[in-house]
């Protein structure tokens, strides 16, 4: 990943980490199911936004490694929803010329779905205006150790000396590479944390914290963290501008 320095308003890569669709199924009296579904139909909306005003890069965190440790019924319900948001939902994104990948260790799930990650990916490949990445099986420490061991096989290999290790191949080695580091990192529902979450590139993103739950992030809420995203002082480590 490479740092985009420029004095933008509107940020080149928003990241967002949906959370909050199991409270809001709760505060309705419907099962998280419910809000799940409702938060897969609120991400449209939230791309269809994001591409409108200028936005490049999305980050999506649809799914944790550790989110398989949730009840056996909710990850099925999660990959059901998965499967029928790849199969069908994703169809829009192609036509829209956006680029999608996945980041994250896709084997683990289903050869189904699986194998409609990598087609959709090699489907959207030639795509250059929007980008959509969404994370599934997505941990940042794991993404980060399969970075070490890629950068380590390359040194036993002879391919370049320790030496050349900096900071930019680290970036390269992730599964995030070619993305820019996340200017803006979006997290819903009132938690104030990252998760896991692209631990190594969030190192100079701003954060925006909301309190509503994601099934009902809409365009406003996005204006109004790209608004707040635009007041910030970015610095990058230098002194504030006078
Ligand atoms: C967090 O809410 C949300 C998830 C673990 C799943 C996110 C999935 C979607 C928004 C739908 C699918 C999206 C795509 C792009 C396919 P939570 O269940 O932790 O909520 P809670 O903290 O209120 O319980």
Redesign the pocket.
Known sequence: MTQDKTDRTTPAHVAFI???????A?ARGLP?AA??QK??E??HAVLRHAQKIGVRYVT?????SG?WNRPPEEVDN?MG??RQ??KS?VKELIKKKVRVRFLGDKERFDPDIRDKMKEIERDTAAFEDFHVA?A?NYGAREDIVAAVKRIAMDIFDKQYLVSAIDEQRISDSLSTSGFPDPDLIIRT?G?QRLSNFLLWEAAYAEFYFTPV??PDFNEHDLDAAVEAYARRDRRFGKVARG
């Open positions: 949906m959370d909050g669709n199991g409270r809001w709760q998280r809000g799940h938060g897969a609120a991400v999506l965190y649809a799914f944790s989110n999660l929803l998965f948001y790849l939902d969404i599934m529902s938690e739950f994601w």
